[in-house]
C-alpha cells in the first residue's frame, strides 16, 4: 500500500499577524491573508486527487481546506492534529517575559528534555503521543491514497520529526509559514520526504 500525504499549515489569522500566543486552547478564524494563502494553496492543488482530508478540531485548518470541501472532497477532524498546549500563555502577547519563557523553553526542548512545557500546556512527548494514534488511524485507511493534512505550525515540526525517524528535539529545523507544503510518501511501512517547505503557491500574496 502506497500513500501520499501532504501537510500543510493553516492560513494566517489575525493573532499570527499581531504575535498572541495561540496553541491549542485558541479557536481563531483565518484573516483576508489566510483566506487568500487557502485559495492560492487550492489554486495550486485543485487537480490533486485527494480521496481525504483530515485537520485538527480548531477553526483555522477547517477554513483553510474549505475551498476543497466545496468540490466534495471529505474531511474528518481528528484531536490529535491539533496545536501543541501553550498553557498559561495562549492568548497573550508576545511580550519580553513570554518570549523569555518561550527561549528557555526551547532551548530545552534543543537538549532533548522533552517533557518539558509551560505551566498548564503540553510537552513535545506528550504531542508526540497523540500524533501518532492520529497517524496510525491515517495510515490504516487503506482505500485513502492521496491525503490532505491541515494542522498547524509546531505541531506540524514535531510531526515531521517522528515520521521521518529525526530526533524530537530537532524541530525548528523544519521551517514553517502559513500554508507551506510538505509531502511525504508512505510505503512497506517507511516513510519519506519528497518535497520539503513548498510555498510556490505563496509567491504573489502580499503578506
Not at 492534529?81 to 492568548?91: A, F, K, N, T, V
Not at 519580553?96 to 517533557?115: C, M, P, Y
Not at 494542522?151 to 507551506?180: E, K, S
Amino acid at each position: 500500500m502506497k500513500k501520499t500525504l501532504y501537510f500543510i499549515r493553516h492560513g494566517q489569522t489575525d493573532l499570527n499577524l499581531k504575535g498572541i500566543v495561540q496553541g491549542r486552547g485558541i479557536n481563531s478564524p483565518l484573516n483576508q491573508t489566510g483566506r487568500q494563502q487557502a485559495q492560492a494553496f487550492y489554486q495550486a492543488y485543485k487537480d490533486v486527487p485527494f480521496d481525504k482530508i483530515y485537520t485538527s478540531t480548531l477553526l483555522r485548518t477547517h477554513q483553510t481546506v474549505a475551498p476543497f470541501l466545496n468540490d466534495g472532497i471529505p474531511m474528518e477532524e481528528l484531536p490529535g492534529l491539533d496545536e501543541i498546549s501553550w498553557g498559561i500563555y495562549e492568548g497573550q502577547p508576545q511580550n519580553e517575559h513570554i518570549l523569555s519563557g518561550f527561549e528557555e523553553l526551547v532551548t530545552a526542548w534543543r537538549n532533548n528534555q522533552l517533557d518539558h512545557a509551560i505551566e498548564e500546556g503540553e510537552s513535545p512527548n506528550q504531542l508526540v503521543a497523540r500524533q501518532k494514534q492520529a497517524m496510525e488511524y491515517i495510515l490504516g485507511k487503506a482505500d485513502e491514497q492521496q491525503v490532505l493534512i491541515c494542522m498547524h505550525g509546531r505541531a506540524l515540526r514535531v510531526m515531521l520529526c517522528h515520521l521521518t525517524d529525526l530526533p524530537v528535539c530537532q524541530m525548528d529545523d523544519f521551517p514553517h509559514t502559513n500554508t507551506a507544503l510538505y509531502v511525504l510518501e508512505y510505503e512497506f511501512g517507511k516513510i519519506r520526504l519528497v518535497d520539503h517547505y513548498n510555498t510556490k503557491h505563496l509567491e504573489n500574496i502580499d503578506e
